[in-house]
């Protein structure tokens, strides 16, 4: 990468004299866990996001979703190391820059930025088919109403948003058990279907699932627990980074997967027919394994996790505003807006900022944004790699950090992995990201990069680099 970013140390001191605000240190591994947990939102995952793999994958779903957690375990590798060596609340695009250079790192944060957009609105707008068993809702205005009820909740100091996610990841994860009991209790088919590679055709026919058809669909399963990277986002406000960023990402994982790919193959077993399964509509099938009582309770429980999911990924996508503010990304104004922090500690003006036009987003066709997203996350990913690769060169060698096995064969593999991964995607998502790239690249190269003494200058706070 040209334009290699200058040390950390360099960078905060030829900034403005007045020093950055920081955030309140004020959660430890458990609460970072359930807030990660939280944006990771396995329920709402299972229930928006899965039956659209069911439609396409069928059968092979679930060994999708495996190779794709397979593959995460690189990633949380990598984010582990590269959390606890920058622990930022910039996250990918803090660590990318400090050590693959700026325009890199730039590019990580508007990859990111994309993910962290459009995903809220999109799931939020899943409420209202999980509330009809009680009451009938428009989606869009539903959807905005999360949104905004997300924010509000986003205002809110850290700690007390901890406990409220809490309460509901308990309930998500008691309906996926729910359908993951259901579906084992009522299996149509043995282990063996879920390496059948089917799906239902048209016309009533089978087709089957090509092994490029699964690599093309693991750009969607590794944004199925991608929200374990959270974790780093949060890691301004965690106590002792430099050990609990890594225990947060990890553990995170290893949950997500569990409470996502269980139910996921028991759904598969259980499934009526192939038909069933590739219309993935599964409430209808939580009531037909059981009763409409317990699958009016899953469908809220599911609707509890879709909001949830939205007031935390409210929180990280305004903690990200926050700190590209903080290090002098945009115009003067604008910096000195986002940067700033509320009574409870929180960046409000960052965090209205992206609550409201997620409610406003809520009103726009998103259908094909899903692929923006898989090509999103699966290029930032890729550079997270890269970044790891050179994150034990020079002086960060000696810098205290988690530091993961396998390197650096571990980040190697992952980049050819994720490579293959990205020219395997439909061309109209890439052309869609990359066009999004490009305005990006040009914002860099006339604005950013002209005034790289005072802008772009990516901090790490005092007593994380202390």
């Known amino acids: 990468m040209t334009d290699t970013l200058r040390t950390v140390e360099n960078s905060v001191a030829q900034a403005p004299e007045s020093s950055p605000q920081t955030l309140k240190r004020s959660i430890g591994v458990v609460g970072g866990t359930l807030l990660t947990l939280s944006c990771v939102t ?26 794709g957690s397979l593959l995460c375990i690189a990633v949380a590798f990598c984010y582990s190391e590269l959390g606890t060596l920058i622990p930022s609340a910039g996250g990918e695009y803090a660590m990318v820059s400090t050590l693959a250079g700026r325009l890199a790192g730039w590019l990580v944060f508007v990859l990111s930025l994309l993910v962290v957009v459009i995903v809220p609105p999109v799931i939020a707008m899943g409420t209202a088919d999980y509330l009809a068993p009680v009451v009938h809702l428009d989606p869009a205005m539903t959807g905005a109403s999360v949104m905004l009820l997300a924010t509000l909740a986003g205002l809110l100091d850290l700690r007390a948003n901890a406990w409220i996610t809490g309460i509901f990841l308990v309930l998500e994860v008691v309906a996926a058990g729910v359908v993951a009991v259901l579906g084992f209790t009522h299996s149509q088919r043995g282990l063996g279907s879920l390496v059948s590679m089917q799906v239902a055709g048209s016309h009533g026919h089978t087709d089957t699932v090509t ?28 106590e002792n980074p430099r050990r609990n960023v890594a225990r947060t990402v990890l553990a995170t994982l290893a949950i997500s997967t569990v409470v996502i790919l269980v139910p996921v193959v028991a759904i598969t077993m259980g499934a009526s027919d192939l038909k069933a399964l590739t219309s993935g509509d599964l409430s209808s099938m939580v009531t037909a394994w059981s009763n409409s009582a317990v699958g009016t309770f899953v469908s809220l429980c599911v609707a509890l996790a879709i909001i949830n999911a939205g007031i935390v990924m409210v929180i990280q996508n305004s903690r990200v505003l ?45 259908d094909t944004l899903y692929g923006v997203t898989g090509v999103s996350v699966t290029g930032m990913y890729l550079l997270v790699a890269v970044a790891a690769l050179l994150a034990r060169r020079g002086g960060h060698r000696h810098t205290p950090a988690w530091r993961m096995p396998l390197w650096p064969a571990m980040p190697i593999l992952l980049i050819a992995v994720l490579a293959y991964i990205l020219s395997q995607q439909e061309v109209r998502y890439l052309l869609w990201t990359g066009g999004i790239t490009a305005v990006a690249t040009l914002y860099w190269a ?8 005072t802008r772009w200058l990516v901090s790490i706070p005092e007593d994380a680099r202390a």
């Open 42 to 67: 396995p329920a709402s995952t299972l229930f928006v996001v899965v039956p659209d793999l069911f439609g396409s994958l069928g059968t092979a779903t679930a060994l999708t979703i495996a190779i």
């Open 211 to 238: 092994a490029m058809l699964v690599v093309s669909g693991l750009a969607i399963a590794l944004f199925v627990t991608q929200g374990f990277s959270t974790a780093v986002y949060l890691s301004e406000e965690l």
């Open 322 to 366: 926050f700190a590209s503010a903080r290090d002098k990304a945009w115009p003067e104004p604008v910096n000195n807006g986002l940067a700033k922090l509320g009574r409870f500690g929180s960046p409000w003006v960052a965090t209205l900022v992206v609550g409201v036009p997620g409610a406003l987003l809520c009103f726009v066709n998103l």
């Open 446 to 453: 006339l604005y950013l990069r002209p005034r790289r003494e």
